[in-house]
């Protein structure tokens, strides 16, 4: 198994992994990135930041599309045109090199409005299944802290923290 590259959340000046829960699909954007990475099957990693209580999506990195294809047309066939990502939020994708995502829409400063629950995890612990290679996604019981965040169109409604190694 290959440990998989995780989404990130920043709140109250710290840093975060996220557990579970997602707040943005790059396919709602026409995105389709292909997860050619093995530490990145979904082919997309996001960095997403809460300020004044509001979700934002901060950073997009993306894999290459799959063999040039970038979605499918309203009689669903397949659109197989040169890749070019889309602006979003007025900002251009930037080609990265070296890297295993070479696409990423640096400071995007998206404001997000999604219903639901992010589970974040910060410090694994010594003993994580995920550290040890055992597992792709670490699960709450790997990380010393996790936080539970309810979010409502986008703003933070309740944070609390679970588990004995709670902030």
Do not use: K
Request: aromatic letters at 8%; proline letters at 7%; glycine letters at 12%.
């Amino acid at each position: 198994m290959t440990s998989q590259r995780l989404d990130t959340l920043r709140h109250a000046g710290q840093g975060f992994d996220l557990i579970s829960g997602g707040a943005f699909s790059p396919a709602d954007w026409g995105l389709y990135p292909d997860g050619d990475s093995s530490d990145c099957w979904r082919g997309y990693v996001c960095h997403y930041v809460i300020e004044g209580d509001t979700l934002f999506l901060n950073e997009l990195e993306l894999c290459e599309p799959a063999s040039g294809v970038i979605g499918l047309d309203e009689q669903g066939d397949i659109i197989s045109t040169p890749a070019r990502w889309p602006r979003i939020n007025e900002v251009a994708p930037e080609r990265v090199r070296g890297g295993l995502m070479p696409w990423r829409y640096p400071a995007l400063a998206l404001p997000l409005g999604f219903t639901g629950t992010l589970l974040l995890g910060q410090t694994l612990r010594d003993d994580s299944l995920y550290l040890t290679g055992a597992a792709d996604f670490p699960q709450a019981e790997d990380y010393r802290t996790v936080l539970r965040l309810q979010l409502e169109q986008g703003r933070l409604c309740c944070d609390a923290q679970d588990g004995p190694g709670s902030l």
